[in-house]
């Protein structure tokens, strides 16, 4: 990202993720990956299960103490390339990736409209504004609104696993 990257302050290993792998597919009538990008076992098992929830609370939410709204949800399992196939991009022309390095996924959007993953896709690029409880809408974030992502691991039998929260606030621009 160009600009306002949240990082959470959880770090979660593949280790702690490997009861979530799950099958990665690719619809049939999307480009498929080059062959050094596809393998059977990344198609079997390359894919995480990783819930992605994303709420908005407005300036006027939080003076009036309201709780920020939920307005998406998806699944990490639904990214375009996984974390195996990132990295090759990444390192394939011989970038020296490093601990600490920050892969950037693009937007991740599920296969249903209720499922975008940025409010531009949620608004229909701003013709569809989205409607907040507390009366007010928005087709694209205004001074004050915070932006919450949350994401998490969970299923039966296996431990609940956090990300922890990321939560950023646009702010005025600045005044020369």
Request: with cysteine.
């Amino acid at each position: 990202k160009n600009f306002a990257t949240t990082v959470s302050p959880w770090i979660v290993t593949l280790e702690a993720l490997e009861p979530y792998r799950t099958a990665f597919t690719r619809p049939a009538a999307d480009p498929q990956p080059l062959p050094y990008l596809s393998s059977p076992a990344n198609s079997e098992r390359g894919a995480f299960d990783v819930q992605l929830s994303v709420a908005l609370e407005t300036g006027r939410m939080r003076a009036e103490g309201q709780a920020a709204q939920q307005i998406t949800h998806t699944s990490y399992r639904h990214a375009y390339w996984t974390m195996a196939q990132l990295v090759a991009h990444h390192s394939v022309n011989g970038c020296d990736l490093q601990p600490g390095d920050l892969l950037g996924t693009g937007t991740l959007s599920g296969p249903t409209s209720s499922e975008a993953g940025a409010l531009l896709e949620l608004t229909e690029g701003g013709k569809k504004p989205v409607a907040l409880a507390n009366g007010e809408s928005r087709t694209f974030l205004q001074d004050g609104d915070a932006v919450i992502l949350r994401g998490w691991c969970e299923k039966p039998g296996a431990a609940r696993i956090g990300f922890g929260e990321c939560r950023a606030t646009v702010l005025p621009a600045r005044q020369a």
